[in-house]
């Protein structure tokens, strides 16, 4: 289940933003993309699931909370095939025309939720992601970390979906599935503190994304950030 490299070349740059429930991902990437436009520097938008016309089909299975006899291999199955028409539809084409591709959630999220707290085993849920993904994971993924009381507080006002309606001791299992794949892949992953204040968590994601693509094949983006 090899994947196949070769459709992976690209002068673009993609970031993930992952983490547990009201960590806040929405609010940043609107603040991220900001900043990108700011800099005249194309973005594309984008979230799992549902980030295609297929993909919005398959998230209303997901997050229904009347599904709730959807098993476990199935409910990772979905995911992977709304990943890997996300990857073909939007992520990929986006990629290779030079342009920034922030997600809200993607193949992270099904290591954590479905691989370490499904139990449905790391190791083999991300074999599947590479086959989904012809192996393409993010350039930069930023978990927001965040207490479980405090992610739920800052959600009391809305409607939950079926993987927020979870027991707390599930999402304080994604909580340590999150840090335990951050400490797995350091380069890959990095933690930011979503306790902080909004300014605060903006502004240390902005300079981490800066420094990363500075360092990175992303050349021209760098010219134009610096600007």
């Not at 927020?164 to 992953?189: A, D, M, T, W």
Request: proline residues 4%; glycine residues 8%; aromatic residues 8%.
């Amino acid at each position: 289940m090899k994947p196949d490299r070769k459709k992976l070349a690209y002068p673009g740059f993609f970031i993930s933003f992952e983490g547990g429930e009201g960590a806040g991902k929405s609010t940043q990437i609107r603040h991220l993309t900001k900043y990108f436009h700011d800099h005249k520097i194309p973005v594309v938008l984008t979230l799992e699931p549902g980030g295609t016309e297929i993909g919005s089909k398959i998230r209303e299975l997901l997050l229904d909370p009347r599904n709730t006899a959807l098993s476990s291999r199935a409910e990772l199955l979905l995911y992977l095939a709304d990943r890997a028409q996300h990857v073909t539809d939007c992520i990929l084409p986006a990629l290779k025309a030079g342009k920034v591709v922030i997600t809200d959630r993607y193949a992270d999220s099904s290591n954590v939720y479905q691989g370490i707290c499904r139990g449905l085993g790391l190791k083999e849920t991300m074999a599947l992601n590479d086959y989904a993904t012809y192996g393409l994971y993010p350039d930069l993924a930023i978990v927001l970390d965040l207490p479980v009381k405090l992610g739920f507080a800052r959600m009391k006002q809305r409607v939950l979906d079926r993987m927020e309606l979870e027991k707390s001791s599930f999402h304080n299992k994604v909580r340590r599935g999150f840090l335990q794949l951050s400490r797995k892949y350091p380069k890959r992953i990095q933690v930011i503190n979503a306790a902080q204040t909004e300014d605060q968590v903006r502004v240390e994601i902005q300079d981490l994304v800066r420094n990363r693509i500075r360092k990175s094949k992303g050349t021209s983006l760098w010219k134009k950030m610096e600007k």
